[in-house]
């Protein structure tokens, strides 16, 4: 039986036997026993499944995983111990040096720099293309040896809003799967599967986490994209794994397990970016009330950014829940629950206007993190995205006097007193 969001946070994943522990068990082993080494030879050869070392899999992380995946509408998902290192797995699965990856150029700094810095040293390409290309424009952007394409459902921190169908569309048309990072939405208020995305990251650091305690990403596949079509593109997935006597990961494991089951057995086993057990106890006591609390994240974020619209020091305001926002149209399609918490928007007088604000804050504690229970703030122009000059900085939207405000769970009035207070500095 498949139940409706609310429930798969509380519940899913985990359903407890007979007298076994309500909460999900921390599997802090780093080993598991076997009786013969015919039963662990089994496992390495990948034709038992089961648990053997937590570099590779561990069953709370699995446990956690799977109810990401149930939340997603996917077939097969990874935890990561972060949102870098879960982005970096799902090109990396399936794009080698000499390949291509096209991506929108609204997304988080940090994905921008693995991307363009040191993913080109490995040797693979990325083009960026503006979220609000045209279909032409984005279908010009596609190579021979492209081999994905990579957006954000909400930029994190541009705020634009990616055209999850168009995209999905010209990866589609190019014979190509869409990756999407949903860290902002969360599949409470978005679920990528549904337009047509392939598979779907997160930083569960921000909203699913929720508290500011645990870095970690994941992983999900929609199990949709068909790689034996494009087997000559794919032949990771699509011919033998020398590395585990000749498996082949589409064969074995369907479409449903073949991307993840690849991901766990090559990557993480090879670079071993496991989120640990107890972090993935700490995911899932978030996820438990992550429906709740994106609700109130979503109303506190509607109540600053109209604020902030009528306020007259303010220069414009970036929230797609506002009617004149350039997203708002795309929000009420893909968003119709709500997007996120947060919200952009420049302090007139530029830079220095901007540094002034972020000073007087009270409430709104400066922090690079964003999407956390309690307020917090950055002027990326001076912090995250400090490598970057003004040229890139407006190209991915992030403009010199842009503040980023994510609100917590705090009272929105409160919010809102604050940010008038600081207001009155500048
Ligand atoms: C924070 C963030 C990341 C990186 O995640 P970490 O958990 O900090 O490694 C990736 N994508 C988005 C959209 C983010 O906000």
């Given amino acids: 039986m498949s139940y409706r969001i609310e429930t798969t946070c509380v519940q899913g994943g985990y359903t407890p036997g007979n007298g076994e522990p309500r909460q999900v068990p921390i599997i802090q082993s780093t080993t598991f026993k076997y009786a013969t080494s015919e039963d662990m030879g089994k496992l390495f050869d990948l034709e038992a499944s089961g ?16 109810k990401i995946c149930e939340l997603e509408g996917g077939s097969a998902a990874m935890l990561t111990s972060s949102g870098q290192a879960a982005n970096f797995y799902a090109v990396f699965n399936i794009a080698n040096c000499g390949d291509h990856v096209v991506a929108s150029s609204a997304i988080y700094g940090g994905t921008y720099n693995l991307f363009a810095v040191t993913m080109k040293k490995m040797g693979i390409e990325f083009t960026f293309v503006s979220p609000d290309c045209s279909e032409e424009e984005l279908n010009a952007a596609f190579r021979e040896n492209t081999k994905a394409v990579f957006g954000e459902t ?7 809003v990616l055209d999850i169908e168009k995209f999905a569309k010209a990866a589609h048309e190019h014979g190509v799967p869409l990756i999407i990072d949903n860290t902002f939405p969360t599949p409470v208020n978005c679920r990528p599967i549904e337009w047509g995305a392939d598979i779907v990251t997160h930083s569960t650091t921000k909203y699913m986490d929720g508290h500011g305690a645990g870095v970690g990403g994941c992983i999900v596949d929609s199990g949709k994209f068909d790689w034996r079509k494009y087997a000559d593109k794919y032949p990771g997935l699509c011919t033998p794994d020398d590395s585990y006597h000749g498996v082949t990961y589409v064969e074995r494991f369907g479409l449903e397990g073949a991307f993840i089951t690849k991901a766990t057995a090559q990557l993480m086993r090879d670079l071993g970016s496991i989120q640990a057990p107890q972090n993935a106890f700490l995911l899932n006591l978030g996820l438990e009330s992550l429906h709740v609390r994106m609700k109130r994240h979503c109303e506190n974020g509607q109540a600053v950014a109209e604020f902030l619209n009528n306020h007259e020091k303010i220069a414009y305001v970036n929230y797609c829940g506002l009617e004149g ?5 795309l929000a009420v399609k893909y968003l119709p629950n709500g997007s996120c918490g947060v919200v952009s928007f420049g302090v007139k ?3 220095k206007a901007a540094e002034t604000f972020m000073k007087h804050m009270k409430l709104g504690a400066i922090e690079t993190h964003v999407a956390d229970a309690r307020t917090c703030c950055l002027h990326p122009a001076s912090a995250t995205h400090r490598q970057m000059s003004d040229e890139e900085l407006e190209a991915c939207g992030v403009y010199p006097d842009l503040v980023r405000y994510s609100c917590g769970l705090e009272n929105a009035q409160d919010l809102i007193d604050d940010i008038a207070q600081a207001l009155e500095y500048v």
């Fill in 325 to 329: 926002d350039k997203y708002h149209d």
């Fill in 349 to 351: 007088g530029g830079r």
């Fill in 154 to 160: 909400i930029a994190n921190p541009a705020l634009t």
């Fill in 51 to 66: 648990y053997f070392y937590t570099r590779l899999q561990n069953p709370t992380n699995d446990t956690v995983a799977k």
